[in-house]
């Protein structure tokens, strides 16, 4: 009993003393599509319960450089869509998915203008209802933005309600409804729906209904990283670098999936 407890405590101590014992380094590589999911980009206070969700435009712009020097591919979401029909890789090295959850404004703000220089691609989830509320994009926002061709626009639900806890046509509701406002004001057809709470929002229920709704792809917080070619077996799985993360913990999202324990 008393060398179970010191051995616990040694293990503690160890991973106090040597944060690095808490990456996951030691874990094997993975090769294949990385989708990595952004909140916010600007500045909080550390204390701030926003902070882990909140990447600094230096940092952000800091990790567009990290992609391209170490040959990673942003790629659209039309490249996602022309790769799961075609069931093909069409020879992109190092596919790297970038979605932003919620549509904050902090996004045209700060992402936006980086989008062109670093060729880089992005995909936004929209909750309808809070599209023009203030701290969230505007309409007027998203039309310029879509123009571009480095945006694309997705589904975070009409109200961001825990789809678990809602009735059937509560939750039918959440996904179609949140579809026809996009396409109606975006005039095309809306590919990728993200789940409120991600993997903790949602049961075996819901991801039938996001399918039969006509979303081609659905987007978890369950980390880790995609087969490519993407086949739409699955929910695609996110990698989440975080905010007050380094470099060195983004090349462990990209490689492992993840980058603490
Ligand atoms: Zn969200």
Not at 101 to 123: M, N
Not at 234 to 259: C, M, N
């Amino acid at each position: 009993m008393i060398y179970a407890l010191l051995i616990i405590l040694g293990i503690v101590y160890f991973l106090i003393k040597y944060p690095k014992l808490r990456k996951t380094w030691y874990w094997p590589k993975h090769e294949g599509l990385v989708a990595l999911m952004y909140h916010h980009i600007g500045v909080t206070d550390p204390n701030d319960e926003q902070f882990p969700f909140t990447v600094t435009p230096e940092m952000f712009e800091k990790q567009l450089q990290f992609l391209n020097e170490h040959n990673y591919t942003s790629i659209s979401e039309h490249t996602l869509y022309r790769s799961f029909m075609t069931k093909e890789k069409n020879d992109i090295c190092h596919p790297v998915l970038l979605t932003f959850d919620d549509g904050y404004e902090d996004f045209y703000t700060y992402v936006y203008p980086l989008l062109e220089k670093y060729h880089a691609y992005a995909i936004v989830f929209l909750i309808t209802d809070r599209i023009g509320t203030t701290g969230y994009l505007s309409w007027e926002q998203i039309h310029l933005m879509e123009k571009g061709g480095h945006v694309a626009f997705g589904s975070h639900s009409c109200s961001h309600r825990r789809l678990r806890s809602l009735n059937d046509e509560e939750i039918l509701h959440e996904i179609k409804h949140s579809k026809e406002v996009l396409e109606k004001v975006l005039h095309h057809k809306v590919r990728s729906f993200c789940y409120p709470f991600g993997a903790g929002g949602f049961d075996k229920r819901v991801r039938p209904q996001v399918l039969s709704a006509g979303y081609l792809f659905d987007f978890s917080t369950k980390n880790g990283i995609n087969p490519w070619p993407w086949l739409g077996k699955k929910t695609i799985l996110r990698a989440f670098p975080r905010g007050g993360e380094d470099l060195y913990d983004f090349h462990l999202q990209l490689t492992r999936g993840r980058s603490k324990l």
